[in-house]
């Protein structure tokens, strides 16, 4: 019995060639197999070179040093000999992503601050680019997927939340535009993301589908300026968002609409760069649809991208096949495949990092700027602490030890080190942990569960992605209360969420101390824990104790 010949033996070898460059896989910025942090979506080794080899254009990396992946990225290169995208989620920073690059206070934070002091926002948020720029390229990375151009209108949104530049459409088209020309005049491509607009939802397109049920006319108004203000910029490509959007597609996810990809992002919008999808395999997707028939309605909406496909033979296999039953036609394929090209020609050579004759210096500029964000965006309130006569419990909050949060509350970290190193007791409330929770709404935390002393409360809170949330659903306003009237209060900090500290602040009593931050890392924990006063004790008087290791 013969077998029907599969499409992708139809098609030709250098079709095939090119329907694999329109496609971005995933795979972990560390070197070796056994080191993945989430082999479920990062391809082993020898599938990523196969696929490299046969032609894929892109790689998204996570994890591992900034020294490694600057090893890897050329190994990807090398398998790979032709040019090729590599990309991380680095909107914080690159080292938000890539231990040992820097890591910067979320974007939200200068979205704040552009009401205060709106040029110093612009300034700060170009040179955010270039310095996101630059560490991307001295790591080998040439496409940078950033600015968030969401307006994070829904203070409930569990997925956008600090990592929109704005609260409102002005302040984010006009401080994501800045990060665009900083980061594109670093040599990389910026991205615009997620079109038309992920604002103003209360759901996590990682874990379902969410429905924005907006006019026209509302889109117009809010969601739609901060991306044409990045086209205006230049920026290089967009990104689609995974929602219903009933008024421009009743049917599909903008991610596969052609209505939106096509109909309002190229024809209404003039955007004539890259656009790539959101990654496929996330469950507001393979939810609905599977690997194959996602990558081609991805394409025939206008995507020119595929970005993380549940299975990239699958979606591959099936591209194939919808050009070889004219469901696709070549021509659109053959113009997406010139759009990557012209981004690559868009692109600086990647930098040695391994020459820089003294890599400390190099990055100086780049602490510099950390600081410099972290300290004009953090805010204080109460006194500088009154004189605490004994170490008390240091009971933080934190998502999870064993998730992400984990880089942000290592065992040096300030926000840990320093009170203990004070005498301070740390009891860590996470998802795992021992609940301190009682069942009195007014009085809600279990006293004796704690301990004697004083407690500081550091609370770590931040809408992120998979977990279904915009923060903690805890009772900390009535915590609050009860550790006040039992004069057990001894300071606040908040780092993360605004709408958390917009909610305690006005609780602090008198003379007790709070500090909010933007940033989570332990540059910022250890200004916060200086900005609390000497009553605490709890500073460093060390000359340059902001900058820490």
């Given at each position: 019995m013969i077998s029907e010949p599969s499409?992708?033996?139809?098609?030709?070898?250098?079709?095939?060639?090119?329907?694999?460059?329109?496609?971005?896989?995933?795979?972990?910025?560390?070197?070796?197999?056994?080191?993945?942090?989430?082999?479920?979506?990062?391809?082993?080794?020898?599938?990523?070179?196969?696929?490299?080899?046969?032609?894929?254009?892109?790689?998204?990396?996570?994890?591992?040093?900034?020294?490694?992946?600057?090893?890897r990225c050329t190994q990807l290169r090398r398998w790979a000999g032709q040019p090729l995208l590599l990309c991380a989620d680095v909107e914080e920073g690159v080292g938000q992503r890539f231990d040992g690059a820097t890591w910067l206070v979320p974007p939200l934070a200068l979205g704040r601050l552009y009401g205060r002091e709106p040029q110093q926002a612009l300034e700060l948020a170009e040179r955010y680019g270039q310095c996101t720029g630059r560490d991307a390229r001295g790591l080998g990375l040439n496409w940078v997927l950033g600015p968030v151009c969401d307006v994070n209108n829904n203070p409930a949104n569990p997925v956008i939340n600090v990592r929109a530049w704005g609260e409102d459409p002005a302040t984010a088209g006009a401080l994501a535009a800045a990060f665009?020309?900083?980061?594109?005049?670093?040599?990389?491509?910026?991205?615009?993301?997620?079109?038309?607009?992920?604002?103003?939802?209360?759901?996590?397109?990682?874990?379902?589908?969410?429905?924005?049920?907006?006019?026209?006319?509302?889109?117009?108004?809010?969601?739609?300026?901060?991306?044409?203000?990045?086209?205006?910029?230049?920026?290089?490509?967009?990104?689609?968002?995974?929602?219903?959007?009933?008024?421009?597609?009743?049917?599909?996810?903008?991610t596969l609409s052609k209505p939106v990809l096509t109909g309002l992002l190229r024809q209404q919008l003039g955007f004539g760069g890259l656009i790539v999808t959101d990654a496929l395999v996330m469950d507001a997707i393979t939810g609905r649809y599977g690997a194959g028939e996602a990558a081609v309605l991805a394409l025939e909406a206008g995507a020119d991208l595929v970005l993380m496909p549940a299975d990239a033979d699958a979606a591959i296999a099936a591209i194939a096949e919808a050009v070889a039953s004219g469901r696709l036609n070549v021509e659109q394929l053959e113009a997406s495949a010139e759009r990557r090209l012209q981004a690559l020609e868009r692109c600086a050579g990647p930098e040695a990092a391994l020459a820089v004759a003294d890599p400390e210096a190099a990055a100086q500029p780049n602490q510099v700027l950390a600081l410099e964000l972290v300290r004009a965006t953090m805010e204080t309130a109460g006194s500088s602490g009154?004189?605490?006569?004994?170490?008390?419990?240091?009971?933080?909050r934190l998502d999870s030890a064993l998730a992400a949060a984990a880089a942000v509350l290592t065992a040096t970290a300030p926000a840990l080190a320093r009170p203990e190193s004070r005498g301070w007791r740390t009891l860590l409330l996470e998802g795992r942990s021992p609940s301190p929770w009682g069942t009195d709404t007014d009085a809600p935390l279990a006293m004796e569960r704690l301990g004697p002393g004083p407690v500081l409360l550091q609370l770590f809170v931040r809408g992120n992605p998979f977990r279904g949330s915009a923060g903690s659903a805890e009772p900390w306003p009535a915590a609050l209360r009860q550790l006040a009237k039992a004069e057990r209060l001894a300071g606040l900090v908040v780092y993360g969420s605004p709408y958390l500290w917009e909610e305690l602040r006005p609780l602090l009593p008198p003379g007790i101390p709070g500090v909010y931050s933007?940033?989570?890392?332990?540059?910022?924990?250890?200004?916060?824990?200086?900005?609390?006063?000497?009553?605490l004790g709890l500073g460093d008087t060390e000359a340059g104790a902001g900058f820490t290791d």
């Open positions: 499409a992708t033996q139809t098609v030709g070898p250098a079709l095939l060639r090119l329907i694999h460059q329109l496609i971005v896989v995933r795979g972990s910025g560390k070197l070796a197999d056994h080191q993945r942090g989430y082999p479920r979506w990062e391809l082993p080794n020898n599938k990523l070179r196969s696929l490299l080899e046969a032609g894929v254009g892109g790689v998204i990396l996570l994890g591992g040093s900034a020294a490694e992946v600057a090893l665009v020309r900083g980061v594109q005049a670093a040599g990389v491509l910026g991205c615009a993301k997620h079109f038309p607009g992920h604002g103003d939802t209360s759901s996590d397109s990682h874990i379902t589908l969410p429905l924005l049920p907006h006019s026209r006319e509302r889109l117009a108004a809010i969601e739609l300026p901060p991306f044409q203000q990045a086209i205006a910029a230049g920026v290089a490509s967009v990104m689609t968002a995974h929602l219903m959007l009933p008024e421009l597609d009743q049917e599909r996810p903008a009154a004189a605490t006569p004994q170490a008390g419990i240091n009971l933080i933007p940033g989570q890392m332990p540059l910022a924990q250890a200004e916060a824990l200086q900005r609390l006063g000497s009553g």
